[in-house]
C-alpha cells in the first residue's frame, strides 16, 4: 500500500496509568518516547502515544498517523481538496514530521517511509501480537467527501460493508478506517458530542478469552477498571450511538473514558 496507519494518539491527564490499561489488558508494549513528553506503546505495527493534558487541550482520543511512500505525492494530491493542508512540524518530531487536515477539519500526523530522519520510534519491537490495533474512527459533518479523500490522496481501499451502514470503511490493508456521519439530530437525548475521533478498535484472538482478562484486571486493580457504558437514561443513549458505527462484537470504555471497539474476526 502507498500509506498505512502508523500511530494513534490519545490525551489524557493520567496519561501514565491509562498506558498501563493498554499494556494490562492488550499487550502492548512500551517504546521509547521521553516519558516526561509522553508514553508511548506499540503492538508491533501500530503505535499508541498516550500524551499528557496540557493547558488549552481536551483529553480524549485525539488524532492518527499515516505512513507513507511519498509526501510530494501526496501534497500534490492535496490540492484537489481546498480545505485540506499540511504544515511541517519541529524537527524534534521526525516521525510525525507534517500535520494534516481533511477537508472537515480532522487532523492528522504524516510522514515520509524511509526519510533521513524518519526516526521509527516503534521499529526496534516490530512484531505480531494476538492483540494489535485495527480500527480508527472519526464522526464528521461531511463523510461521503472526507472518505473519498482519503481514498484519493492515500489509496485507502473501501472495505465491502452492510448497506444499511452509513458510515464508509476503508483500509491500508491492515488497519480499517471508519468514516461516520455527523449531524446534531443524533443527539437527542443526550449532551452533544463534537464532530471529530470517536473510538478505535482493537483485533483480539479470543473474545471470551480477552472477556475473562478484563473481568481479572479490573477486580485484580480498581484503578485500571474501564468506564462503564450505558446505566442511566443518557449514558444509554451514548451507548447506543457508539454501538451503531461499531464493527465489532464488544464495545467498552477504557479508564479515561475512551471508546473502544472489540473484534475476534
Known amino acids: 500500500m502507498f500509506a498505512r496507519i502508523n500511530h494513534i494518539a490519545i490525551i489524557s491527564p493520567q496519561y501514565a496509568m491509562l498506558g498501563k490499561f493498554y499494556e494490562s489488558l ?8 521521553p516519558p516526561e513528553s509522553a508514553v508511548s506503546h506499540t503492538d508491533g505495527n501500530v503505535g499508541l502515544q498516550i500524551l499528557p493534558r496540557r493547558d488549552g487541550y481536551i483529553a480524549g482520543l485525539d488524532h492518527f498517523g499515516i505512513l507513507v511512500d511519498d509526501l510530494g505525492t501526496v ?20 516521525f510525525a514530521a507534517y500535520s494534516a487536515n481533511d477537508p472537515d477539519g480532522n ?54 460493508q452492510d448497506p444499511d ?19 446534531m439530530t443524533y443527539f437527542e437525548g443526550m449532551a452533544i458530542k463534537r464532530p471529530g475521533p470517536e473510538h478505535f478498535g482493537f483485533h483480539v484472538d479470543d473474545l471470551g ?25 443518557e449514558s444509554d443513549v451514548r451507548r447506543r450511538l457508539f454501538e451503531s458505527g461499531a464493527r465489532g462484537k464488544l464495545q467498552i470504555a477504557d479508564t479515561d473514558g475512551v471508546w473502544i471497539d472489540i473484534t475476534d474476526e
Not at 27 to 33: A, L
Open 26 to 33: 492488550f499487550g502492548m508494549k512500551p517504546g521509547s518516547s
Open 75 to 94: 501534497e500534490t494530491r492535496m490540492r484537489a481538496y481546498e480545505d485540506a493542508a499540511m504544515v511541517k512540524r519541529p524537527s524534534s518530531r521526525p
Open 107 to 160: 487532523h492528522f500526523d504524516l510522514a515520509e517511509a524511509h526519510s533521513e530522519n524518519l526516526k521509527e520510534v516503534y521499529a526496534e519491537d516490530a512484531r505480531e501480537q494476538d492483540r494489535w490495533v485495527n480500527l480508527y474512527a472519526v464522526r464528521t459533518p461531511h463523510a461521503d467527501r472526507v472518505a473519498d479523500y482519503y481514498q484519493e490522496v492515500f489509496e485507502l481501499a473501501p472495505v465491502k
Open 165 to 183: 451502514d452509513l458510515g464508509y470503511t476503508l483500509s491500508d490493508g491492515r488497519v480499517m478506517l471508519r468514516v461516520l456521519p455527523w449531524s
Open 209 to 233: 478469552t480477552f472477556r475473562s482478562d478484563l473481568a481479572r484486571l479490573t477486580g485484580g486493580n480498581t484503578l485500571l477498571a474501564p468506564v462503564a457504558l450505558g446505566g442511566s437514561a
